[in-house]
């Protein structure tokens, strides 16, 4: 069965994904990315991008997200929603989409416009034939629908 998450669930993860936006750290792209993480225990955790004058120091804001998940014990994820200034759905980028896929390929995936818009997909979606933690001989951790 996959993961399914309510309306309310859905705006909450918009709204939550547009006001962390806010908080970008962009000075050198000037692009700004806010994301909200649900987890399969019910909490939110956002993330914003964070760039850095290196340029390959920067953190995107999805695995910003993730991070804080991961470091206070949640790694069950549900849902998660990708805000943006841009007036195009604008997808996690390649090593965000390797990233996240370590914590499964059913979970939800919000890509939403400044106007209201949105669509949903999931990971596996995004990152097809995708390489993980079961080519490695372990179990991926993924939330299940039936837990």
């Keep these: 069965m996959p ?5 309310e669930q859905r705006d909450t993860l918009i709204a939550m994904a547009a006001e962390a936006k806010t908080k970008s750290y962009s000075p050198y792209s000037k692009f700004r990315v806010g994301a909200a993480l649900l ?6 955790y956002t993330g914003c991008n964070v760039e ?4 390959g120091g920067a953190i ?3 695995r910003t997200a993730y991070v804080k998940a991961v470091s206070e014990g949640d790694k069950y994820m549900v849902a998660l929603a990708v805000a943006t ?3 195009a759905f604008t997808s996690p980028c390649g090593i965000c989409r390797q990233f996240v896929r370590e914590f499964g390929t059913s979970v939800i ?3 939403t ?3 209201g818009e949105f669509k949903e997909t999931t990971v596996g979606d995004l990152l097809p034939d995708s390489f993980g ?3 490695l001989g372990f179990e991926t951790i993924e939330a299940t629908a039936d837990e």
């Excluded at 993961?3 to 309306?7: E, F, P």
């Excluded at 850095?52 to 340029?55: I, K, Q, T, V, W």
């Design 60 to 62: 995107c804001a999805e």
């Design 113 to 115: 416009k400044p106007n």
């Design 109 to 111: 995936v919000i890509l």
């Design 85 to 87: 200034d841009a007036n």
């Design 52 to 55: 850095n004058a290196s340029y």
């Design 39 to 44: 987890t399969k225990s019910g909490n939110i």
């Design 3 to 7: 993961l399914s998450i309510t309306d």
């Design 133 to 135: 933690p079961d080519d």
